[in-house]
């Protein structure tokens, strides 16, 4: 038996093979480009661990404070907009058939400009949008924090920036929570300011097994010590 969708359904499941298709030629090239890139640098390579995938961060000092990798956030873009583009398609189905008047051409294009659309944040959020990023520049940490639409996905026009200078902060410290149940572990990098009201975390790695929690550690370490070297 042939499934029989209308303009709309069909745009948006045609929509979402091309969209996955799309996601995953951008997640090979996000892999050629780290991989055969410009080589890092010293505290490039220090601090990549620490950048969760995000490509405009490499060789930058730099860390972003993210729960989900790359990989997830491209497959959360995708699911984002293929279900924006289904409930907008599924919607005018749904007026259309309670007005007794059929879907149009109309219709059809609202459904893909909306998959589009958000397919195109999504994958431009996923890719060099951080929830939170902290930069260092020219001696002051500039902190960028957007607010969450979905996941590590970020809410359009929601960018908020705070800029601490060299008086603000007292140490970069890198503070370990040990591993209980299995690979449970992590390491978060936080600052922390003279002003006892500043507290911010701004990076760190989970997933840390008991067998292998001092690399994480000492890398955490040395980043946290890189950070507070290049505000001095």
Request: glycine letters at 10%.
């Amino acid at each position: 038996m042939r499934l029989k969708l209308d303009d709309n359904e069909r745009g948006a499941f045609n929509y979402l093979i091309g969209g996955t298709f799309n996601v995953l030629v951008l997640r090979a090239l996000a892999w050629a480009l780290d991989a055969f890139g410009p080589a890092l640098t010293e505290d490039g390579a220090l601090l990549r661990p620490f950048q969760c995938g995000y490509m405009g961060m490499r060789n930058k000092l730099a860390t972003a404070d993210a729960v989900m990798g790359l990989s997830g956030r491209v497959v959360l873009a995708v699911v984002l907009a293929v279900g924006a583009a289904a409930a907008v398609a599924f919607l005018l189905t749904a007026m259309g058939r309670l007005s007794g008047k059929r879907t149009t051409r109309a219709g059809a294009l609202v459904t893909r400009a909306v998959l589009l659309a958000s397919l195109a944040w999504g994958l431009f959020g996923a890719f060099f949008l951080p929830l939170k990023e902290t930069r260092i520049v020219d001696g002051t940490m500039v902190v960028r924090q957007r607010a969450k639409l979905v996941g590590d996905l970020p809410l359009p026009f929601s960018l908020k920036v705070s800029r601490w200078s060299r008086a603000d902060i007292a140490q970069i410290t890198a503070v370990e929570t040990a591993p209980v149940h299995g690979c449970d572990g992590s390491v978060v990098l936080w600052v922390n300011g003279t002003d006892q009201a500043l507290k911010e975390r701004i990076g760190g790695l989970a997933g840390i097994c008991p067998e292998n929690r001092m690399e994480p550690l000492r890398r955490a370490s040395e980043a946290s010590a890189l950070l507070e070297r290049e505000l001095r």
